[in-house]
């Protein structure tokens, strides 16, 4: 409904749903229908008149299902605008809620387009804003309501909320019931005197003021007719109050004398519920947490385990935003929201302070808070007197770990100290090991320069003789008589097997030392053995008319090395041979001793000393001593003797009287044993 700019007072232009436009004469009562045609095609196309206006160029412009057409009202001359969008003609914008004109532009609000821009110059029509223009674009196609202020900010309604188009920035601010609307679904949009813009929802009323971007919310409380407004149904007076319609009645504003002291709802809590189970009044799990309603309770306190926990809430008004905070856990207000319980999970032990509030007209939380004091219990190991105690235990470890660790140190010192002790013994022992060990290598090496001096002499003397016999006979052969010359070759060989036994001792001992003696036992006669012998050195006996006794029982054996044998019975008796006087006797007696048998042999000779005795058989003490005759010798026979018996798995013994004689005792096995050489 629209009146008319040329007959003010007298008509009055009426769009109808369903039955295209009408005039109505005020004087009258007269009320024609506007461009339907008798015959022919009807002047303006459609029977749903959704929007009015008078332009600054004096027409009517008005929308139908059909299009947008203007009517000159003087000469009866309407012009129709098929919809078309570019080149692409479309059968309808749907419903158009509102049509705003702006320069040269007219602006309509569209059910399905989004805000279409008409240039009244050209006649084309194209896409402002909607959800897909880019790069900005509003939240929905669904368009409801438009107002221009006088700085040129569109302020856009949709069917999600509020946008905000500031053409100079290009940018688009949307707002929803997030940021304080009281619905998104958005009927009308007015500015009050004052610049500030109030919007009528399906929620309630608001009012923004476009400085601060700050929401202020109007409710059942302030007298609204009811939550719910409609379309189209807004109008600001000349007076500058606001009109809204809506499904309960109309609701008249006036801007300059509205009580900003607004009337507060109460709100209260009524409900708690621990892990998503509410507590009922009386026993819960055994015990009695809530011992009346909810919202007559000022606190309640839980055990450590019952620490998720939700509270719920209320205003009794429908549109209501709260905010709530726990004080203990949270810093600040919860954003805004309609949702009218709170949880938290988790939650540590300790007191806690719930509050919740509604928000005032500013979007501020008012006055009329809501209060619950929750306590959790902590564990008990999370008490003072557990941790006192667990800190007395500590210090008692501690205390008792320092001093056993005082203990152990001072117990290791002891036995560090004992030990150095026993370290500094040993090493005091071994150095003087070593000393003395030094003292016989000393001892040793001097007794291998002297036997080395003795055994160069002892060769180059009976060398000496050789080549002095030689001499003898080969100078003065033919002035020799025969018995001289044998007396010279029988001397020869005398000298000659003595040097040969040294030279052989030498080798057996070198053998020895080096660890290169080959042992192969057999089983030997002794008989035999000890005649091969006295064969050898029968020249010997023969010499100093000595004789050899052997008392040996006949067929005895032993297993034993050829060799080594025949090497010791060779020595001890060559030996007995040395230190007898001419016509003694030396006897080789044997006799069975368990597995072993033993052999004596024992002479009538010079004999030795206790001291001398304490020589034999000892590399570092070699005895050397000259026979009857001054005979020389080497000193090892004895320590090959002692090497080879020892090998053969026998031993050495020597009894010896100065001057009587000496007897050397062996013993060698009667059978096969398990040895090694």
Known sequence: MIEDIFEPGKSVWMGSEGNGLFRYNVGTGEIIRIGRAKTGQDVIRGDYVYSLHWGSDSLLWLVTEFGLHSLDTRKNVTNYYHPMIGKNSISSFGVVFSLIEYGNDLFLCTERHGLVRFDRKTGAYSIFLDSRTIPISIPSNDTRSLHINRDGIFYIGTSSGLSVFNPTKKAVTDYSTVNGLPGDLIYGILEDGEGNIWISTNAGIARINPKTGLFSGFT????????????????????????????????????????????????????????????????????VILDSAEHLKKSIILDHSENSITIEFTAFEPGI???????????????????????????????????????????NPAGNEAVLQLVILPPFWQTWWFRGILAMLLAAILIGGYYRKVNAIRKRNIELESLVDQRTIQLELKK?????????????????????????????????????????????????????????????????????????????????????????????????????????LSGNLYEKKIELITEIEHGTKIFADRIMMKTVLQNLIANAIKFSQENDVISVAGDKKGDNYQISISDSGSGMTGEEIAKLFRKETILVKEGTRK?????????????????????????SIPGEGTSFTFTVPLKKEDRQG
Request: net charge negative; proline share 4%.
């Open 220 to 287: 059942l409380a302030d007298g609204l007719q009811g939550y719910e407004f409609n379309s189209k149904a807004y109008l600001k007076l000349k007076d500058g109050t606001l009109m809204f319609g809506g499904t309960e009645g109309v609701n008249l504003i006036n801007p300059e004398v509205v009580n900003r002291k607004e009337k507060l709802p109460s709100i209260l809590i009524t409900g708690v519920s621990l892990f998503s189970r509410k507590l009922p009044v009386g026993e819960f799990n055994g015990k």
């Open 631 to 655: 005979e020389k010798g080497t000193g090892l026979g004895l320590l090959i003797c002692k090497e080879y018996i020892e090998i053969n798995g026998g031993d050495i013994s020597v009894k």
């Open 321 to 363: 935003r709260y905010t709530y905070r726990l004080e203990g856990l949270d810093a600040h207000y919860s954003p805004p929201t309609p949702e009218r319980r709170a949880v938290y999970n988790n939650l540590a032990p300790g007191e806690y302070t719930f509050r919740v509030s509604t928000l005032d007209r500013e979007g």
């Open 432 to 536: 003087k090991e070593l000393e003395e060990r030094n003292a016989e290598l000393q001892e040793i090496d001097s007794s291998k320069n002297s036997f080395i001096s003795m055994l160069a002499h002892d060769i180059r003397s009976p060398f000496s003789a050789i080549l002095g016999y030689l001499q003898i006979v080969t100078e003065d052969y033919d002035d020799l008589s025969d018995d001289e010359k044998k007396s010279f070759l029988k001397s020869v060989n005398s000298v000659s097997k003595g040097l040969y036994s040294t030279i052989d001792n030498v080798l057996h001992w070198f053998r020895i030392e080096m660890g290169r003696v080959h042992f192969d036992p057999e089983y030997l006669m002794i008989e035999d053995l000890t005649k091969e012998v006295s064969d050898v």
